[in-house]
Every structure is written in structure tokens, then in C-alpha cells.
């Protein structure tokens, strides 16, 4: 699951949800996973309809599914960098004498 989205507007969140059954990633609503018939089951309705059952966490995101990505509610997250670029050989500077 992934969040990738921000929701500050007060309607759902949406995590995405890689499923097992088609190797696509699907949006979820966040009320949809607490939900006590996907608790009991384990699988969860995306918001194409289709029902998800998740992927383990540690396997890579699949193919975002069209119909998911038409159909979330949410506005884009902006994209950030992860960090900036590192200098090459600045710790070699700081121990070594010039």
C-alpha cells in the first residue's frame, strides 16, 4: 500500500492497493479497509469495483489500473526530492591535509 496522495479538502483518503489477482495497482478508500466485511475477508472493493486482494507490502507496485486512476477523488501529492546531491570526496577533504 502506498499512499502517493494528500487529501486536505475532507473527503477519503485513498491508498493504493496492489492486488494479487491481477498484478494491478488499485485505489482504495481508507473506510474501505476498516470495514468490517474486508476485516473478516481480507479483501478489499477498489474504487473500479474490482475486489482486491493485497499483495504482500514488500513486492513492487503494479500497473497503475485506468479505471482507479479516473475515478480518485483526491488531488495529486507534489512531487519532493529525496535529498540533495552529495559532493564526491567532501569526507576525504575534512581527514586528509591539503
Known sequence: MTAGRTNEAGGPDVLTVTSVLDGRAHKVTDSELCA?????????????????????????????????????????????????ARRRGWGLRRVLPA
Open 36 to 84: 468490517p466485511h474486508s476485516m473478516r475477508t481480507g479483501r478489499y472493493a477498489a474504487l473500479c469495483g474490482h475486489l482486491v486482494s493485497p499483495a504482500p507490502l514488500i513486492d513492487v507496485a503494479g500497473t497503475p489500473c485506468g479505471r482507479c486512476v479516473q475515478l480518485d477523488p483526491t488531488p495529486p501529492a507534489e512531487e519532493t526530492s529525496r535529498r540533495p
